[in-house]
Every structure is written in C-alpha cells, then in structure tokens.
C-alpha cells in the first residue's frame, strides 16, 4: 500500500504529551487528525504512511475553548484527536519527521 496524497490531509500531526507518552507504553499513538475523517481512514493513512499494522482506532474530539485574544473574545478550533493502538511488535517513532 502506498502513500496516496490525501493521507497526509487525514493526519495532522503527532501529539506528544503527558497523557500520550503514557498511551505509548500500551502500544497505542495518538495523532491530530482532520475532524471529518473517519475511524477506517484514519486506519488507512496510519498504516500506508508508517507501514505498520493497525489494532484499533479510538477518536475523541475536543472542544474549542472560548479565550481572549488581545483583549477580544475568540474561539479556539475544534480538535480531532486519533488514539492509534499498534498490533504486537509494530513501533511508530513519533519524533522522527515523516
């Protein structure tokens, strides 16, 4: 399976956090991805991209939070953030570049 272009739209980035770096123990990576992608996409992209083997696909999306900017009122985008459970023995290095 190769890379098509619209893999790239489907994930963002890699999230790298506390709570991240904790899913990474279980074998699981967690990704930005477009907030209209799908579970079986998001599958799609991760193992055409990285050449692995994917698990699960588990997706949350989170809320933009209403906050100032110079003084005016705003609001924050809307994030779509994908938890990626590997198949035994397969490892994404997320600080590596693409």
Same mark, same amino acid.
């Given at each position: 399976?190769?890379? #098509?272009?619209?893999?790239?739209?489907?994930? *963002?980035?890699?999230?790298? @956090?506390?709570?991240?770096?904790?899913? !990474?123990? $279980?074998? &699981?990576? /967690? %990704?930005? /991805? &477009?907030?209209? &992608?799908?579970?079986?996409? =998001?599958?799609?992209?991760?193992?055409?991209? %990285?050449? =692995? #083997?994917? #698990?699960?696909? $588990? @997706?949350?999306?989170?809320?933009?939070?209403? #906050? *100032?900017?110079?003084?005016?009122?705003? *609001? *924050? $985008?809307?994030?779509?953030?994908?938890?990626?459970?590997?198949?035994?023995? $397969? @490892?994404?290095? /997320? !600080?590596?570049?693409?």
């Amino acid at each position: 399976m190769s890379a #098509k272009p619209e893999h790239y739209d489907v994930i *963002r980035k890699p999230i790298i @956090t506390e709570k991240s770096t904790m899913a !990474s123990e $279980n074998g &699981a990576v /967690v %990704f930005e /991805v &477009a907030i209209d &992608a799908t579970k079986p996409q =998001v599958k799609e992209a991760i193992e055409a991209l %990285f050449g =692995v #083997k994917v #698990k699960a696909v $588990n @997706t949350t999306i989170t809320k933009g939070k209403v #906050k *100032r900017f110079r003084g005016q009122i705003g *609001r *924050r $985008n809307d994030v779509k953030k994908a938890y990626v459970t590997l198949e035994e023995g $397969n @490892t994404i290095d /997320v !600080s590596t570049g693409l």
